[in-house]
């Protein structure tokens, strides 16, 4: 039996237990109000369906929860099985009391029918709903064992695969490595070679390149002690040259202080003489008055050393010094 056939049994179970329910409530409902209506007050003859509905809600509710019960595989203890026999010989004794009263076995029998139904109906669908959650449970078990059984045996074969991919990498890697291994010693015998035949050019070019920097170097020396002969004899000529030049300022510096120091005593001679006496002689108050004005004597003072006019002596200023100087002397004066 597959899950199909559970189900579909199931199904069967579950229809089949729902439609005697319905048929036991509804007769129920119809035989147990008549007497309800009996036996109660006028006023709230009204009220006679409620109790055979409660104990028919009571009927539904346990048909219900040990349907869940029965498909969870679980068990509610001792009060379900109370509330189930419970509601089943309430409805058993609501249904046949009236034909009791009437001392009516026939009716009794007749009416006993369905609540009894009911009860063996809940009584046998819920141990065949325990039985199918069973088979059901086993099932799965056995569905799951084989997939585990699959499972396992996939993973065997996908084991296997990734062993045997992992011999043929490994093989792959081995000649690969083996095939680096060989080039990469084919590569370092050339890099040898090229290396071996870089250092024999090297050491040639090098010994090429000393014989080359020593001819060279030879040349600078050589160079170099003709320009320190010619730079010798350059400096000793410039030295002569500055030593001549030298003699030369200093002769001339002499000459100069020997001039400067007569011409000083010259001008002191002369203005020490004091105020003149009388008019002196053109060439000598000249020799005064350019004297006094060298000296930054005012016009007068220079009057009166040559005992010339101021003015004449103001000219005198403005040929030393220029036609402007010569009036501003004047104006001083």
Do not use: F
Request: glycine content about 6%.
């Amino acid at each position: 039996m597959n899950a199909v056939h559970l189900r579909s049994a199931e199904k069967a179970l579950s229809v089949g237990t729902w439609l005697i329910v319905s048929g036991a409530m509804l007769y129920s409902v119809l035989t147990v109000t008549p007497l309800m209506a009996k036996h109660t007050a006028p006023e709230w003859a009204w009220t006679a369906p409620i109790l055979p509905l409660v104990v028919d809600a009571a009927v539904v509710i346990v048909v219900k929860l040990d349907d869940v019960l029965a498909r969870l595989g679980g068990h509610g203890g001792r009060w379900p099985i109370v509330l189930r026999w419970m509601t089943g010989l309430m409805t058993l004794a609501l249904n046949t009391a009236d034909s009791a009263l009437k001392n009516d076995l026939v009716g009794m029998a007749v009416h006993s029918v369905s609540p009894l139904l009911l009860i063996v109906t809940a009584e046998t669908g819920l141990a065949y709903r325990r039985a199918i959650a069973k088979a059901v449970a086993a099932l799965d078990a056995q569905r799951k064992a084989e997939r585990e059984e699959r499972e396992e045996a996939a993973r065997e074969r996908a084991e296997r695969a990734r062993a045997e991919a992992r011999e043929e990498r490994e093989h792959a890697a081995t000649l690969a490595r083996e095939q680096r291994e060989h080039e990469a010693s084919l590569v370092r015998e050339q890099a040898e070679r090229e290396e071996r035949r870089r250092r024999e050019e090297r050491e040639a070019r090098e010994r090429a390149e000393a014989a080359e920097r020593e001819v060279r170097e030879r040349r600078e020396r050589e160079r170099e002690q003709r320009e320190h002969e010619r730079l010798t004899r350059e400096r000793q000529a410039r030295e002569r040259a500055e030593a001549e030049q030298r003699e030369r300022r200093a002769a001339v510096e002499r000459e100069r202080r020997e001039r400067d120091e007569q011409a000083a005593r010259e001008r002191s001679a002369l203005l020490d003489r004091g105020p003149a006496a009388g008019k002196l002689p053109e060439d000598e108050a000249r020799r005064i008055v350019a004297t006094a004005c060298e000296s930054g004597l005012s016009v007068r003072q220079a009057a009166e050393l040559c005992g010339w006019s101021v003015g004449w002596v103001s000219h005198r200023y403005g040929e030393h010094r220029g036609p402007d100087a010569g009036q501003l002397a004047i104006a001083s004066g």
